[in-house]
């Protein structure tokens, strides 16, 4: 299993950025994919997340900014993300859940990860 995320960079606030995860290795449309994030000194936290079928989960924190979605031919899970803010400056990581009774976006789900991309967002 492998998954790789790109995308991340540098951006002023207010600016867009689209991240993707290349997956490989299992069935991709058997799994939820979800991104999460960890700045420094914070906890990991959840994102937004896409099941299989392709139901949605956000974090009250990014909801009506970014946008999950997935391509089921290339394998690939996408986060825009619009309206960026100080505040969402961390490393995003993409990952794989393999657990279902922890919440959706409860990084305990998932022992699956991407490396990560950075995201920097200036105010």
């Known amino acids: 299993v492998q998954l790789q995320a790109s995308g991340g960079g540098l951006v002023q606030s207010g600016g867009s950025l689209r991240l993707s995860c290349e997956t490989s290795g299992f069935i991709f449309v058997n799994y939820a994919i979800a991104w999460f994030r960890q700045a420094p000194g914070k906890e990991r936290e959840g994102v937004a997340g896409?099941?299989?079928?392709?139901?949605?989960f956000y974090s009250e924190s990014v909801e009506g900014r970014f946008t999950i979605s997935k391509d089921n031919e290339k394998r690939t899970v996408y986060l825009q993300m619009d309206n960026l803010r100080p505040e969402d400056t961390a490393i995003y990581y993409c990952?794989?859940?393999?657990?279902?009774?922890?919440?959706?976006?409860?990084?305990?789900?998932?022992?699956?990860w991407g490396q990560g991309t950075l995201v920097t967002v200036s105010s």
């Open positions: 990952a794989r859940r393999v657990r279902n009774y922890p919440p959706m976006l409860n990084p305990q789900g998932y022992d699956d």
């Open positions: 896409i099941r299989g079928f392709g139901a949605t």
